[in-house]
């Protein structure tokens, strides 16, 4: 029933985590960790792309944006002498211009992209017609998640009768020769940081064209990065929430889609699936440190799915859910074993009234009986002998009373006491001999005595002294035969038993006899308080063992009191 309990709840959990990673409804939680995960990658250099750009020193020297279209051809035409595998214009060219003959000239010397946008109104902002003819209108357009992050951008965009390639696609492309994924979103990596993408100032280019060398062989996207034409934003690998110019994005973009560094999700179901094992497996084994090693394969699987194959699994919403599970598994547990507790201690409540009957009966037939003796004494005129005779009865039922209190005091303070300051580590074969030649002395029965060697134990050598006086006075009291002690160690347990060959323990009476004021229907008609066993069995679970009994195959009743062993310790004297 447990088992299908856990397959039941382990499936909710794997449809759940499906249905969620399927919908995008934890987005919010999972693409901060997934940028976390990418900013911990180690970042990658630029290959094939470098920037010029329209920075701060441009702007002095040139002067305000936007240039001349002129100024803009010399560097397409620098770019172009310097063997550049394609130039990508990242600046709007939708209004007609002076030197836009000489723009469009230096654009078909070399494969070069304009950019374009898609307004508010859904319109396309394209290059002028005398541009156009010479170079690939392409759409720069970013698409911005609810934080402010961009992540992803679609392969293409259309508006009514024009679709447009994204700047990134079409300029990897340029590299790759690769299709275009039409209709696709695509998400980089940004392992190579926009931040990376090597730089030349555009007032440096044209002063001076030797610094075109850098140029060789590579993508140039040229655009603003001046922090007064705007055109910022945030990537997931950005450092410190610092936003990055436009034209730094699409490079770095670009070089992720060159090397095929491209997220995608991991399969709703297969993020179901391991879902489902991994608390399967929490659910069967119940153990704390599952959920840690589960964690460390999510953390560890994910790490290298994403670096070595651009998967990007879903952290937090797996984690989550096996971290909520084992919560909902601990707080079943805990309602368990507070159930549990409840029902002993209801169970432990009967008994304790049961106990203050008995109790009140056991008290009620000494002291009627010394009331009456007491009464005798009184009211009677004795002769010696007879005064002698009741005063011997009264002194026998004080005592009685008195073994009974005391016993019961001795049961109530027993678990008080401190463990370890009450207790040394004793040789528990030698000490429960040496009981056990005491005892014999006072007997003509036959008591056999076996011991393991060195059986150490942490235990009050008194108290031991009394659990076997009470086991071995037992068996001497029902038994006629021979009685047989040992002592042996198993594993980490010392094991005491007193076995005896009388008439033996009903098996209705075995699971009661250790409770107070329980006696065998085998001890009808002898004396007793239905105290000594119960003794027994705390002094046993004071020293961290238990009291069990059993019926050897011979008949008769074998006692076993089990006892943790100890490390061996400077011993106290147990004779």
Same mark, same amino acid.
């Given at each position: 029933?447990?088992?299908?309990?856990?397959?039941?709840? %382990?499936? %909710?959990?794997?449809?759940?985590?499906?249905?969620?990673?399927?919908?995008?409804?934890?987005?919010?939680?999972?693409?901060?960790?997934?940028?976390?995960?990418?900013?911990?990658?180690?970042?990658?250099?630029?290959?094939?792309?470098?920037?010029?750009?329209?920075?701060?020193?441009?702007?002095?020297?040139?002067?305000? *944006?936007? *240039?001349?279209?002129?100024?803009?051809?010399?560097?397409?035409?620098?770019?172009?002498?310097?063997?550049?595998?394609?130039?990508?214009?990242?600046?709007?060219? $939708?209004?007609?211009?002076?030197?836009?003959?000489?723009? $469009?000239?230096?654009?078909?010397?070399?494969?070069?992209?304009?950019?374009? $946008?898609?307004?508010?109104?859904?319109? *396309?902002?394209?290059?002028?017609?005398?541009?156009?003819?010479?170079?690939?209108?392409? &759409?720069?357009?970013?698409?911005?998640? &609810?934080?402010?992050?961009?992540?992803?951008?679609?392969?293409? @965009? !259309?508006? =009514?009768?024009?679709?447009?390639?994204?700047?990134?696609?079409?300029?990897?492309?340029?590299?790759?020769?690769?299709?275009?994924?039409?209709?696709?979103?695509? #998400?980089?990596?940004?392992?190579?940081?926009?931040?990376?993408?090597?730089?030349?100032?555009?007032?440096?280019?044209?002063?001076?064209?030797?610094?075109?060398?850098?140029?060789?062989?590579?993508?140039?996207?040229?655009?603003?990065?001046?922090?007064?034409?705007?055109?910022r934003v945030l990537t997931p690998t950005s450092s410190r929430r610092v936003a990055n110019p436009g034209v730094t994005v699409h490079?770095?973009?670009?070089?992720?889609?060159?090397?095929?560094?491209?997220?995608?999700? +991991?399969?709703?179901?297969?993020?179901?699936?391991?879902?489902?094992?991994?608390?399967g497996a929490l659910a069967v084994l119940r153990r704390r440190r599952i959920v840690a090693i589960i964690a460390i394969v999510v953390?560890?699987?994910?790490? +290298?799915?994403?670096?070595?194959?651009?998967?990007?699994?879903?952290?937090?919403?797996?984690?989550?859910?096996?971290?909520?599970?084992?919560? %909902?598994?601990?707080?079943?547990?805990?309602?368990?074993?507070?159930?549990?507790?409840?029902?002993?201690?209801?169970?432990?409540?009967?008994?304790?009234?049961?106990? @203050?009957?008995?109790?009140? &009966? =056991?008290? @009620?037939?000494?002291?009627?009986?010394?009331?009456?003796?007491?009464q005798l004494l009184g009211g009677f005129d004795l002769t010696p002998a007879e005064r002698q005779r009741v005063t011997s009865l009264?002194?026998?039922?004080?005592? @009685?009373?008195?073994?009974?209190?005391?016993?019961? +005091?001795?049961?109530?303070?027993?678990?008080?006491?401190?463990?370890?300051?009450?207790?040394?580590?004793?040789?528990?074969?030698?000490?429960?001999?040496?009981?056990?030649?005491?005892?014999?002395?006072?007997?003509?029965?036959?008591?056999?005595?076996?011991?393991?060697? =060195?059986?150490?134990?942490?235990?009050?050598?008194?108290?031991?002294?009394?659990?076997?006086?009470?086991?071995?006075?037992?068996?001497?009291?029902?038994?006629?035969?021979?009685?047989?002690?040992?002592?042996?160690?198993?594993? &980490?347990?010392?094991?005491? !038993?007193?076995?005896?060959?009388?008439?033996?323990?009903?098996?209705?009476?075995?699971?009661?006899?250790? =409770?107070?004021?329980?006696?065998?229907?085998? #001890?009808?008609?002898?004396?007793? +308080?239905?105290?000594?066993?119960?003794?027994?069995?705390?002094?046993?679970? *004071?020293? /961290? /063992?238990?009291?069990?009994?059993?019926?050897? #195959?011979?008949?008769?009743?074998?006692?076993?009191?089990?006892?943790?062993?100890?490390?061996?310790?400077?011993?106290?004297?147990?004779?």
């Amino acid at each position: 029933m447990r088992r299908r309990t856990a397959l039941l709840i %382990a499936i %909710a959990a794997g449809i759940a985590v499906m249905f969620l990673t399927a919908s995008d409804t934890v987005d919010a939680l999972e693409l901060p960790v997934r940028d976390l995960a990418l900013r911990l990658l180690p970042p990658l250099p630029a290959t094939m792309t470098a920037v010029v750009g329209i920075d701060e020193d441009s702007l002095r020297a040139i002067g305000p *944006w936007p *240039w001349e279209r002129t100024v803009l051809a010399v560097i397409v035409n620098r770019a172009a002498d310097a063997g550049a595998r394609g130039v990508v214009l990242d600046i709007l060219l $939708a209004d007609a211009r002076p030197g836009d003959d000489k723009l $469009a000239a230096a654009a078909r010397r070399v494969p070069t992209l304009a950019v374009s $946008a898609l307004d508010e109104q859904g319109q *396309w902002h394209l290059p002028v017609p005398a541009l156009a003819a010479a170079m690939t209108p392409v &759409h720069g357009n970013f698409e911005i998640d &609810h934080d402010g992050i961009v992540r992803r951008f679609s392969a293409t @965009k !259309q508006n =009514e009768d024009r679709s447009l390639v994204a700047l990134s696609v079409e300029a990897s492309s340029l590299i790759t020769g690769a299709p275009v994924p039409v209709g696709r979103t695509l #998400a980089p990596a940004f392992r190579t940081r926009p931040a990376r993408i090597p730089m030349i100032s555009a007032a440096a280019l044209l002063r001076d064209a030797t610094g075109a060398s850098q140029l060789r062989g590579k993508l140039v996207f040229v655009g603003p990065v001046a922090i007064a034409l705007g055109d910022r934003v945030l990537t997931p690998t950005s450092s410190r929430r610092v936003a990055n110019p436009g034209v730094t994005v699409h490079a770095a973009a670009t070089e992720s889609l060159i090397r095929g560094d491209v997220i995608r999700e +991991l399969p709703p179901i297969t993020s179901g699936a391991f879902t489902v094992i991994s608390v399967g497996a929490l659910a069967v084994l119940r153990r704390r440190r599952i959920v840690a090693i589960i964690a460390i394969v999510v953390i560890v699987a994910g790490g +290298l799915l994403l670096l070595g194959n651009g998967i990007a699994v879903p952290f937090a919403t797996m984690l989550a859910s096996v971290i909520f599970t084992s919560a %909902a598994f601990e707080a079943s547990a805990m309602i368990a074993a507070l159930a549990r507790s409840e029902a002993r201690f209801l169970v432990q409540r009967d008994r304790d009234a049961e106990s @203050k009957l008995v109790l009140a &009966h =056991e008290l @009620k037939t000494p002291l009627a009986s010394m009331r009456n003796l007491t009464q005798l004494l009184g009211g009677f005129d004795l002769t010696p002998a007879e005064r002698q005779r009741v005063t011997s009865l009264l002194e026998h039922e004080a005592g @009685k009373l008195e073994t009974m209190v005391g016993t019961l +005091l001795d049961l109530e303070r027993l678990p008080l006491r401190d463990f370890t300051s009450s207790s040394s580590v004793v040789d528990l074969g030698a000490l429960v001999a040496a009981r056990v030649d005491f005892l014999r002395a006072s007997t003509d029965r036959s008591i056999v005595m076996n011991a393991s060697p =060195e059986t150490l134990v942490r235990a009050d050598a008194a108290l031991i002294e009394r659990v076997v006086d009470n086991l071995v006075g037992n068996a001497l009291k029902y038994t006629s035969g021979s009685i047989s002690v040992t002592v042996s160690c198993t594993g &980490h347990d010392a094991i005491l !038993q007193v076995e005896d060959r009388g008439p033996g323990i009903a098996e209705a009476d075995r699971g009661r006899v250790f =409770e107070r004021f329980v006696r065998g229907a085998t #001890a009808a008609g002898t004396q007793g +308080l239905g105290l000594g066993l119960a003794m027994v069995t705390e002094i046993a679970r *004071w020293h /961290g /063992g238990e009291a069990s009994l059993d019926a050897p #195959a011979g008949g008769g009743s074998r006692f076993r009191i089990t006892l943790p062993c100890a490390a061996a310790e400077p011993m106290t004297g147990a004779m």
